[in-house]
């Protein structure tokens, strides 16, 4: 290979930022060896711009280079129209398990598989069996790493690697070499699961097999790791209360950031209207005790400040298989507790702020200390709810069919803000009535 | 294997749920060849609990199964008087080798790495070579599927894999066959970028060279799926405004779980306190126009959900190395557009709102035009300013040193909560003096 690897690795992580043309003279500039290998680890995206701006007999060339699965991916990007048309492109074999692909969603196990992994009988000997192996080697296998063993009409009996293969004696039957006891999963599988078993399992690549356990494909750990920071990049987004982008920042089009962010934004704003709806009922208390309005913003959004840490730590423990729908009595005991300790730790820092800065500038009147209870009371209501609210409301969403991620931090505040208004200025009642109001 | 694969994979996802005495006495009723599996599946924290619990001498028997860097994390696990005790029962080789891995930080590739690579001579030929990778494979080698190329010296000098060794011709030299163009990363780099380098080359393993490209182990990719969901798991829960649990959320102990929280909830609460302040300079506007202070909420929320949105896309984008230091300016351009986009979105609604509510309830008086402009283009204002502050602080923050993950939802709705009430009194000042003021 002639290209510096250096100058290589920086190619790479330059792509990204080029522009498009500039993208396709630096692929062009490179090297055919380097060109492949780069080719082929680029993203689906990147490598579809390329496909793209080639004429249609180096498409094929390219094309032909990638593995069904990746391939799949490439065809799931392009343009419905011109879908077909890159089908052509495949040889037929490829064609064939390309178009099994595309039949399933991009994100459950069936859309992630390969059906080329490396396969074996149990009545082959080891040395049979690393013959046939070598020669699955050559061909266009996913990996020869890890090999099933299959019977006739294709149901998975074990499971050996060619590192077992090597270890054992060569006229050991495959049979009594297998594990039998092998971790799968159904071609439904949500891709969300699907990383879940790698991580427990601490796996290299999962069998993929249909109800009578006949098998399908695998899907190996390096697509996983994509998956994970996919789903993880996709929580995020949510959870700050905007859609999933579904593409980089920088290449998004300015259009569709608007549209993905406006969304929600308007959603939030129109539920948070009902602020001036609640603050308009008070709105003789205020005019009586101003000094009332003056801690509103303090109270509000410290109920939607332990919301958000409450919502945010629930649904990371969901996504993470830690917590299960039949688990939220559990978490709303132990969030009760955690609300009122935070609640009163706020509620005596607002207290004492009160205190201090009446025996400081004199401000608030001889009834100073009441307007601190007050501040300092509704603290410990509104955390607690808060708190109790954003634990709770990951649950209900998942419950009713939503993504929990959709419980983002500004959601949870607007829903406490609204509540907090009413539980502040009802304490206010309670406590100040003929006092100041 | 005599367990069944189904309650297999049950075990597995019922662990963390079960107590302590639970998991021992279900640890010890697996058959040997189960338990020793799964046990060498299962998370650094529950090994060190099956280790903690058991005798001395069966300690050494569980321990030795693990893999140099496994059973470094397994030390580092626990606590510090007990792991000079549980290095002398390693075996001696081992020991070293552990002893070495425990000099780097666990979040570094040099913590994650293991010593135990296949290797082999450049003058060395495909037979030989397969031969000497078969013996390899016997041993403790971590993967032998690839194999890396070392001179007498230990510097790399490329990498090939047993499947190019069963693809090539048995009299072919090594140095001919093998890939020099190798993807490599230093004792020192930081694991999310390493974990950057697997996604962008599609890499199984990556070669840990020091600083004279001498080979001192590798990182295979199964760690580094822990490594992505436990870097975007810290990433959310500082995001969401806590400290990272380090645990999950139904193992970790109350108190500890009150102070991950309490404290990043009191620095907030001591910023939101700002807002009493700015409210307080505005206490005679309020007093002489109460419908003000009915927007406060709306408003300043408003900006703080635009701020979530913006510095959660840019952390986000930063973590996955789509975004460096030098596209702040790019990012600033892009939001300040989308600031005003969005905020003209909702300052026309807000507008609406009033003069909806005025023809319907007439609550808002003679000057109800001036309150709607008055709370729209206070809107305009706060959303682009909660979008420059949220996608700015970021930057700003990993320019110093911090992690942007820290510019958390609630500490960007903080900070824009008091310059909003500034903001919205300023526009009122100015369109309701002579007025309403």
Not at 203 to 219: Q, Y
Not at 249 to 256: A, K, N, Q, V
């Amino acid at each position: 290979m002639t290209t510096n690897p250096v100058l290589y690795s920086e190619l790479h992580s330059a792509w990204a930022e080029a522009s498009a043309d500039d993208r396709m003279s630096r692929f062009k500039a490179l090297p055919l060896a380097d060109a492949q290998e780069f080719f082929r680890e680029l993203s689906t995206r990147h490598q579809y711009e390329i496909i793209a701006n080639l004429p249609e007999r180096e498409q094929t060339v390219w094309l032909r280079l990638l593995d069904p699965d990746d391939a799949a991916d490439l065809l799931q990007e392009a343009p419905s129209g011109d879908r077909e048309r890159l089908l052509t492109l495949l040889d037929d074999n490829t064609r064939d398990d390309v178009q099994a692909l595309l039949k399933y969603r991009e994100d459950v196990a069936g859309g992630l598989m390969s059906p080329r992994f490396a396969r074996l009988r149990p009545d082959m000997t080891v040395s049979e069996a690393l013959t046939y192996v070598r020669k699955q080697a050559l061909g266009a296998t996913e990996t020869v790493y890890t090999v099933y063993v299959l019977d006739s009409e294709q149901h998975l009996l074990g499971v050996t690697s060619l590192r077992t293969l090597f270890a054992s004696e060569p006229q050991q039957l495959i049979s009594d070499i297998m594990r039998t006891n092998v971790v799968t999963a159904s071609e439904q599988a949500d891709q969300e699961a699907l990383s879940r078993l790698f991580a427990e399992h601490d796996l290299i690549a999962i069998p993929i097999v249909d109800a009578e356990n006949r098998m399908k494909g695998i899907v190996t750990i390096d697509d996983i790791v994509d998956v994970v920071q996919e789903e993880a990049t996709e929580d995020i987004q949510k959870m700050g209360g905007s859609e999933a982008l579904g593409a980089p920042y920088l290449e998004i089009s300015f259009g569709r950031m608007i549209r993905k962010r406006a969304g929600w934004l308007t959603v939030l704003f129109l539920g948070e209207m009902l602020t001036a709806n609640a603050m308009g009922q008070f709105e003789d208390e205020i005019a009586k005790a101003v000094v009332l309005a003056l801690f509103i913003p303090l109270i509000i959004s410290s109920g939607g400040n332990a919301g958000s840490q409450a919502s945010t730590l629930v649904i990371r423990a969901m996504a993470l298989g830690e917590l299960r729908l039949t688990d939220w009595w559990r978490v709303m005991r132990r969030e009760l507790l955690t609300g009122l300790v935070l609640g009163s730790i706020l509620g005596a820092i607002g207290l004492g702020r009160v205190v201090i800065w009446e025996s400081m500038f004199h401000t608030y009147g001889q009834h100073y200390w009441l307007i601190g209870l007050t501040v300092g009371l509704s603290l410990i209501g509104i955390v607690l709810w808060g708190t109790l609210a954003g634990s709770l409301l990951p649950f209900i969403l998942r419950r009713v069919g939503f993504d929990p991620a959709s419980a983002s931090t500004p959601f949870v505040a607007t829903l406490v803000d609204v509540t907090g208004i009413v539980i502040y200025f009802s304490v206010a009642s309670l406590l100040l009535k003929g006092t100041l109001l």
